[in-house]
Structures are given as structure tokens and as C-alpha cells.
């Protein structure tokens, strides 16, 4: 399968929540919900303690700083910034953690994320963007309030780009007849270059649902977002670094912070081995993103749509064989012995230790796996394999065993929240 042939297929496959091309999205809400008044909406320092913090789940250890902002950022936040695009994506850290909207919660330069403990046990991400979207643009100068007028006085002449559309109209029509998305929820569609954008960025979980169609203004196209809003320059389309001006209505507090002894921001912080099998340039910008194909037994590794490493790998063998699908790494460990039981016919039935085993069932272990990036929740994951060399051929019990290498520059290279999809 040549490359071009894989990206067109993964704008197929990675649409997840969104479904195909020409999809009615029901009304899900992918975001915490909107609340019902805005000016409730605030930050809260005293009640940081109160709300659920991420979990340790092999995130990284590091605290870094930010000179171009004087913040910081560590744990699971930095691991999912990391995953998706780091700087190009939500920009640096403008503030340090507080609570909003009952969730633990950080400010960037262009989203507001937050940890949803209650989709900690799913395979879906557990950061996603703060609904600030309409704070945003009225912050923006492009909403209108409840009477109609502009932030600074007048009528707008772009009200109609915030109505919700007819959904048997003949613009939601075309919007499907030409492969764009329909959301009931907030009765607006996305479209062409935005929606490859949001597609390949996640934006169902990172941006949210659209509140307004797309407008031009100033000769830059926009178009807003529970969690954020989007811009096409002639460079491209990014996230609108805009969530600076929402900050003061928010409460959030912006001073810089001591970052004395912490180390800045840096790639190679996080480097655990050497990439065996370069491929691209390790510099390219864009989200991180695992490629694994069942029927060649092989793996690629990207940011954004720049591969930068390839390897064959050893996948599931029946009857275990490795889920596909759209995944998220979840749970890293260094270093793990992996238990579990098998029936008759040779398909995992259960984990545990011996003591565990089900009547009928062999128990197996397997001592000091190394570097392991569990992705689904029927504990499959990537690890280093030292027990073979037949690397290209199905040899698992699903997981998806790597060259000992490989899994040593992969473990630092793959923050919590990287994409894994899995195809055959």
C-alpha cells in the first residue's frame, strides 16, 4: 500500500465519532456541556483540590517551563499536548492548572483543556477542549449578545452564521452531498478544507461541535466551535489562538510563575533511544499518530502526515488476534510481567496469577516485558518482544510485539493520548 493510498484511507477510518463522509451527527455531547449561563462560568483556585486530578498512568515525570509564556506544564496534560502537536497545536501554556466548570482544567494559547475522569475506562480521549467557543467569539468581536448587537455596538451582518440550519434544508443538502458533516446538536455543518482539518486533528474531541458555519472576514475564513475556532490564512488552516481573550472574563489568572531549575520545553527531553529506522524529517510539526497494518505486519509512526519511522511487528494470532479500530495509548509502563490464562483452544480468557487461574484454563506469564503502551481496553498494547525474531508474521496474544529498538525510541516518543489505528 503506497502512502498516498494509506492517508486516504486513514481520512476514512480515523473519522471515529464522526462516522462517514455525509454523516448526520446526532446530538452527543463530545465536550463538558455548554452551561446555561455564561457569566457562571469561572475559574476556581480554592476547589483545584476537590476535583478529580488525572491518574499516574506512566505519564511523564517531567515538569517543563515555558520561558515565551513563564508557565507550566507536566503529567498528563503534557503528554496529550505532546500528542497533539505540541506547540503547533494548542500553542504554549498561558496559565498555571485550575478548576472550571467542575474539572481540572489548563489554559493555552489557543483551547482551555480539561481531565474528564468519566471517560478514563473508554477508548476515547480523556483531555478535551473547555466549551468557551461563544465566550470566545464575543471576546472576538463575532457574536452578537441576546439583543442582537455587536460586543462594540451596532448590528451584525453575519447573524445569520450563527443560526442553526434546517436540517431538510437545501443548505445542510449540499453540505452532505458533497461529503460535509451535519450536527444535530448545534444544527451547523462542517465542510472542505475544515473538516479535513478537524478530521485529522480529532476536533470532535478537541474543538467540539460547531456553532457557527463558515464567514469571511478581513480575508480570513472562520468558523467556531464549543471549544474553539478555526482560521484559513493562505498558510493553511490552525486553531485560532484566541483563548488569551476569554481569559479575563474567566477569572483564570495569568501571571507568570518562578520556573527556576525547570528545564524549557524540549523534544529531546524525552527521548528513551535512538530512532532505528528514520524516515522522515523528526522535525515535522503535527499531531503523533501509530499506524499499524494487520496484513502487511507493519507499523509506521507519523507527525502529522510525515512518517518517521516504519517497522515490521507481530500482531495477534487466532484466535487472539488484535483488535482494529481507533485507539488511544492509555497506560505506559517501563517494564511489566504480563500474566493470564488461556483455554483449550489457546484464546486468552482472563489476566491474573496463578493462584487466579479459571478451572480448565493454563495459566501463562511472561517476565519483564519492556516498554509497554497499552491502547485499548482489552489490555492490548505495544511492547518490546526479546522471546522472538519473526517479526512480519502474527505471533501474539493481541498485543502487537516490537523490536526490542524500536519499543525503546517509541516509549519516549509516545506520549499518553497518541493515536493508534489499527487496519488491515
Known sequence: MSGEQRRVSRRAVIAGALGTAGAVIAGEQALAAPVANEETLRADYASLDSVAWPPDLGQSELQVSFR?????????????????????????????????????????????????????????????????????????GDLT????????????????????????????????????????????????????????????YYLGQPISQVFRKSGIYWQYFEGGALRQKESGIQIAPLAKLAMSRLGVDLASVDTDGLPEYDESLFVTGANPNPIGDPGASGRRWIEINLTQQQLWIYQGDTPIMTTLVSTGLAPNLTAEGTFYVRIKFPKQDMEGFTSDSGEVVGFGGPEDTPDGASYYEVKDVPNVMYFTQSAEALHGAYWHNNFGHPMSHGCVNLPLDVAKFMYGWTPLGTMVWVHK
Do not use: C
Open 68 to 140: 515565551k509564556t513563564g508557565h507550566t506544564l507536566r503529567g498528563t496534560f503534557l503528554d496529550y499536548w505532546r500528542a497533539n502537536g505540541g506547540l503547533a497545536g494548542f500553542g504554549a501554556p498561558i496559565s498555571e492548572p485550575f478548576a472550571l466548570n467542575g474539572y481540572y482544567s489548563q489554559a493555552f494559547e489557543r483551547a482551555v483543556l480539561q481531565y474528564m475522569p468519566e471517560y478514563q475506562y473508554t477508548e476515547e480521549p480523556v483531555l478535551r477542549a473547555a466549551p468557551i467557543g461563544t465566550l470566545l467569539a464575543r471576546a472576538n
Open 145 to 204: 449578545n441576546h439583543t442582537g448587537q455587536r460586543r462594540l455596538g451596532g448590528g451584525d451582518p453575519r447573524h445569520a452564521v450563527w443560526t442553526p440550519l434546517d436540517p431538510n434544508g437545501n443548505s445542510v443538502a449540499r453540505a452532505l452531498n458533497g461529503g460535509g458533516i451535519y450536527f444535530e446538536g448545534t444544527g451547523h455543518t462542517v465542510t472542505g478544507d475544515f473538516l479535513d482539518f478537524y478530521r485529522s486533528t480529532d476536533g470532535f
